[in-house]
C-alpha cells in the first residue's frame, strides 16, 4: 500500500536526517504530489506526535518479532517489521479519529496488525490509564509531557530465581549506567531509580520511558518481574505477617499469576494453591510460575467456588488472595462514562453488568469466608466503582456468614498505612475506620485505578470445625443474597498486568456468563445428589479434597 510505505519511507529518512517534515518527502524519494503529498505529510505529522505511545505499545506488543512475515521485493511492500510502517499503520488503527487502516483488509501487513489489535487496543488502554488521559488525543500531550519526565514504570525483584540477589541486581543496574537514589524524586530521572517507598526493597522505580529490561537476563530469567505497584499491593497486603509454620495461602483467582508470583516471593516456605477456571489462562499462568521459579505453588486448574472449605485439603489454609474478575478497571469505565455522557441506556447497561459482577465478587467473598482457619483474604480489583468495591466489602461484612464468622476488615495499620489515598467511607455505611482500612488507587498516583481491602477474624484463635468432607465431594452451596443473579463472568476477566481483554465486551459477555452458570449450577445439582447416592452405599469414607 503505497500511502503507508510512503509515509514510513519519510518517517525512515527523517529519522536519519533530521530536518523539516516537508524536506524528506522531497529528499526520501517519495514519488507524490498535490493531494496525496498534502495526505502523506499529515499522517507522518500525526504519527510523529504519538511516536513515544507508539513505540511503549510496541515494546509489550513487540510486532516485529510476532510476525515475521517478508514480503518479496517485487510486491512493492516493506516488512511489517520495518518500525516505521508499524508506526504509521498504528497511528490511524488505534489514534487517527477513524481508527482505521486505509488499506485492503488483504494487504498482508495490515493483516498482520489486525491479528494483534485487541491487545494493542488493552495496551493503549493501559497507557492511557498510566498517563491518566481521559481523552486519546491526549496521549500526544503525554508524548511531550514524557520527554521532560513522564510517569514511572515499577520492577520487581523476584527472589525465587536464586542465581542472583538484590545487592546484584543493584550493581548490575549501576553496570547500565543506573543511578540508585536515597529517596524518592519525582519525575524519576531517566538513569536513575529508587525502591518504592510502600512496598519495599523489592519493588523498583524508573522512569516510564526506562525499557532497559528488553533482552535483559534479569529479565529474560525471570529474577525482574514488570508488574504495576497497584498490582503488588494485594500479594503484599495478604502475605503480611505471615509465620513459618502458620498454614497454608490460596491465591483463588490467579492468572496471569503476577499476584501469586509475588506471594511465592514474598513467603518462600509458604505452601500456596493458585485456582485458575479458565484452561487458556491457566496455561499462562503455568508459564508464569515456570518462569518466576514458584517453587511453593501448586496450580490447580479449576473452580474456586467448587473447593468444599471443610475439605481437609483446606482446613490449615489461613490467607486467601481474592482478586476476581471485574469489569477490567474502573478507568476504563471512567472513559466509558465520559463517552457515554447522557446516554441512558448505556448507564443501564452498565448498572446491570456492575450488579452481576458484584454479586459475582460478594459469593468469592462469602466462599472464602467459609475457610475454617482462614484469618487474612484480601479481596481486590483493578476497578474504580464502589459497586464492585467498597459496596461488595460492605455486603460481605453485613452478610450472615460475615457476621457469625465474625469477619471484620484489618485495622489500617496493617494495610499499608503509608498509603494516603483510603476508601470511601459514604460507601462503607459511613464508618471512617473502614474506609481508612481499604486501599484505593488512582492514575494520579502513577499507578492503575485499583482497590485493596483486608478482612479478618475479630477471633482468629477460634477452633477450627472438624473436617466433614468426603472423597471427591464437591460442595457449591450458593450464598443467599448472591444466589439470585449468581454470575461467573468469563472472558471478561482483565487485570491491568494482562492486557489481553477486551472490556467493551463485559456486559454481552456477563449474560452469557450467566446463562452457563445456570448450566453449571443445575450440572452440578445432579452430580451432588448422584453423590449422595454414592455416599449411603459407601457408608461416607473420610477426608480427601474436592474440587
Ligand atoms: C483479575 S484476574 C486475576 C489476575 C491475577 N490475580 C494476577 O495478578 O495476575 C481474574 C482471574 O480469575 C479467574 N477466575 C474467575 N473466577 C474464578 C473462579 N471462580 N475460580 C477460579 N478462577 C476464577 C479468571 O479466569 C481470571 O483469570
Redesign the pocket.
Known sequence: MNFYNNAALVLDHLDKNPGSVKGSLNASGVQVQGGEAKRVLALVIETLKYKPTIASLLETVPLGQLERLTFPRKTGYRQPSSPSLLLVMLHDLLLSPRKKIEASDKWPPKEAVLRHQARLRAELVRIQIKAGKSRVEDLAKTAEGAAEGGGCRYVRYNGNVELWGLEHLHIHLKRKGFERLPAEVHPVPLKAYFHDRHLGEEVLVFNGRTNWWVGDEWYEAGAVIL?DKA?CM??KVVMEGWTEGEGRCI???????????YMSALAPAASITA????AK?YQT?ET?LRKGECRNVKAIQ?????SDPTGSEWRTVTRI?L????SGSGIVNRLDYLMENGDVEADEVKAQRLEKLAA?QLQ?ILHAFKFPSAKRIVY???SIHPEEDEQVVLAALQSKEGKEKGWTLAPRDEVLPSWERRGRAEHLDGKQDWADSVIRCLPEDSTNGFFVSCFVKADPSAPAPAATSVPGATKRKREKGAAAVSV????D???M??AAGETEAIAKEAVAAKEKTDAQAERARRKKQAQKKRRKVDGGAEGGETL
Open positions: 508488574q498490582s494485594p500479594a491465591d483463588a483467582t490467579a492468572a496471569p499469576g503476577n499476584k501469586t508470583s485456582f485458575e477456571r479458565d489462562r499462568l508464569m479449576g473452580d474456586f467456588l467448587e488472595l482478586d476476581p474478575s471485574c459475582f468469592m481486590s480489583t483493578c461467573k463472568p468469563a472472558e476477566d482483565m487485570d498486568d494482562d
